[in-house]
């Protein structure tokens, strides 16, 4: 290389060094300002129960990264039994749950308020069931029974109206059961009881076990969504914007379930553990039922009607199922506050 070729290098590299900095430099100020790397938003969420086919959305979701793409570090609670995820919400030690319209209601009876911010099916897949040789072969043959139940207090109004609705008094006794309903109903300590045909009846079909089955939906009672997931007006109020981000990876989660039960089964396996998912096939047959109610044929996932938050909690508090916080029946209450369809993504 000549003197005046090596003196033009000497030159020239340092200005394209500088010139490279720069422009690096203002590419990546650029992104800071215009959409770049976002910072994370840590969000709690409290489940109802140990991990199942009912949050495999949630799980679907975090697992294609889609919180991530929203900018949200998702974080799930252990599920406790002595807390429920509405206490959590109230106090601020959660920032979105899963409980029930039930729970809502009762919530709001009590003074500590919680908003539903999508349903997570749109119809009720409870069911009372019973075993099939035990002799019960309609609802009102539950007259003087023993029903296995949780001890909460909307049980027995739902129970008796089933009764009633067939012919009977409503009269039977009920039991709280520490163990699982189904291992107490198979052992014959009670006669019947309340399940999710998703979970226990997918169960029971897989051991052949015989049931009879009576649909709440189907006697009398109401259509209603459960679970929910819910929120704080608290949080409603400042962090609008985190609740739609987080909504909006959610119900991606769930269309993706409604579509592959079977990969998003695998997905929820994976996550949850095999320590919480013994039994992989179990799981699958059970999504494959789950994924069909997530949202009607031809509808978007999560949204709730007006009609479904009348019709259930207006039967709640005719029952006399909705105590305030001293343990009085209210009768009335703004069903309209206890709903929201706000964070969800707009209907297409």
Known sequence: MSKRMR????????VLLIAIVAGLFFWLQRG????????MVKVTLA?????????TGVYVAQKQGWYHEQGIDLQILPYSPNTTPDTLVVNNKADIGIS?????VADAAAGQPVTSIAAIFQHNTSELVALADSGIKRPRDLDGKI???FGAPYEEAVVREIIKKDGGKGDFK?????????????????DFAWIFEGVDGVRADREGLKLIRFPIKDHGIPDYYTPTFITSPRQMKEKPDVLRKFMAATAKGYEYAREHPEDAAKMLIELGGKDAFP????????QKYQSQYYADPGQPW????????????????QAGAVMDASGKPVKRLEINTLYTNDFLPPKK
Do not use: C
Request: hydrophobic fraction near 40%; avoid cysteine; proline fraction near 9%.
């Open 7 to 14: 003196l033009l290098a000497s030159i020239l590299i340092p």
């Open 32 to 39: 800071n300002t215009q959409g770049g790397p976002q910072e």
């Open 47 to 55: 489940p109802d129960w140990t991990p199942n086919t009912n949050y």
């Open 100 to 104: 029930s319209m039930e729970g809502v």
């Open 147 to 149: 029903y296995g139940g």
């Open 174 to 190: 009920n039991v709280i059961v520490n163990t699982n309903v189904m291992d107490a109903l198979k052992q014959k300590k009670i």
């Open 279 to 286: 039994d992989p096939d179990f799981v699958i047959a059970s």
């Open 302 to 317: 999560g949204w709730q009607e007006p009609k479904v938050w009348l019709g259930y909690p207006r039967f709640m508090l």
